[in-house]
């Protein structure tokens, strides 16, 4: 019977990462970098299911603002697609494997599921609390990424803060 035979997903996961992290000598600690890596892969669910979100919501908005609403919300998935990777590959730089199942994004995100049968107010409002949910996670991640000299990370994680504060800006002008 081989090894790995008797290994569970859990433990090969396990035994990869530790694999990973014995060639990782970029200036940062190995407890710092799975501090920042742990962070990022909260981060890394929590825009997935955002994006499946915003989705959601582009194409079931309906209203007198569907036109205008329809196109932002398209931008916004689009662009969270983009970051999903971004953040992904920062977690594989620190030395980590990065989540990427339903079921690890489910145990990771803090963003709740959309409703498909809210009027456009309120699906407005989900992604306003949403977005609001990143950044403040975002804003723990940087916080720890910068004490610990990982430039790397509080750039990223700071473009991201700057992205989703936008996006609120832009959600709460529908709600005026």
Same mark, same amino acid.
Request: cysteine-free.
């Given at each position: 019977?081989?090894?790995?035979?008797? @290994?569970?997903?859990?433990?090969?996961?396990?035994?990869?990462?530790?694999?990973?992290?014995?060639?990782?000598?970029?200036?940062?600690?190995?407890?710092?970098?799975?501090?920042?890596?742990?962070?990022?892969?909260?981060?890394?669910?929590?825009?997935?299911?955002?994006?499946?979100?915003?989705?959601?919501?582009? $194409?079931?908005?309906?209203?007198?603002?569907?036109?205008?609403?329809?196109?932002?919300?398209?931008?916004?998935?689009?662009? @969270?697609?983009?970051?999903?990777?971004?953040?992904?590959?920062?977690?594989?730089?620190?030395?980590?494997?990065?989540?990427?199942?339903?079921?690890?994004?489910?145990?990771?995100?803090?963003?709740?599921?959309?409703?498909?049968? $809210?009027?456009?107010?309120?699906?407005?409002?989900?992604?306003?609390?949403?977005?609001?949910?990143?950044?403040?996670?975002?804003?723990?991640?940087?916080?720890?990424?910068?004490? @610990?000299?990982?430039?790397?990370?509080?750039?990223?994680?700071?473009?991201?803060?700057?992205?989703?504060?936008?996006?609120? $800006?832009?959600?709460?002008?529908?709600?005026?």
């Amino acid at each position: 019977m081989n090894y790995t035979e008797n @290994m569970t997903s859990k433990d090969m996961v396990k035994e990869k990462n530790a694999d990973l992290q014995k060639d990782v000598n970029i200036g940062l600690k190995k407890p710092d970098r799975k501090r920042v890596a742990t962070g990022l892969s909260h981060l890394l669910a929590d825009t997935y299911a955002l994006m499946i979100k915003t989705h959601n919501y582009h $194409w079931n908005v309906t209203g007198p603002m569907f036109k205008q609403i329809h196109e932002l919300t398209e931008e916004q998935y689009n662009e @969270m697609f983009e970051a999903i990777d971004e953040i992904a590959e920062r977690i594989r730089a620190l030395g980590f494997i990065a989540p990427g199942s339903l079921g690890a994004f489910s145990e990771l995100t803090q963003i709740r599921s959309g409703n498909s049968e $809210w009027g456009a107010a309120e699906m407005i409002q989900d992604l306003v609390n949403s977005h609001e949910t990143l950044v403040r996670t975002a804003r723990g991640i940087t916080e720890a990424a910068s004490y @610990m000299d990982d430039e790397a990370t509080a750039d990223l994680l700071t473009n991201r803060l700057g992205v989703h504060e936008k996006y609120i $800006w832009m959600l709460r002008s529908f709600l005026k």
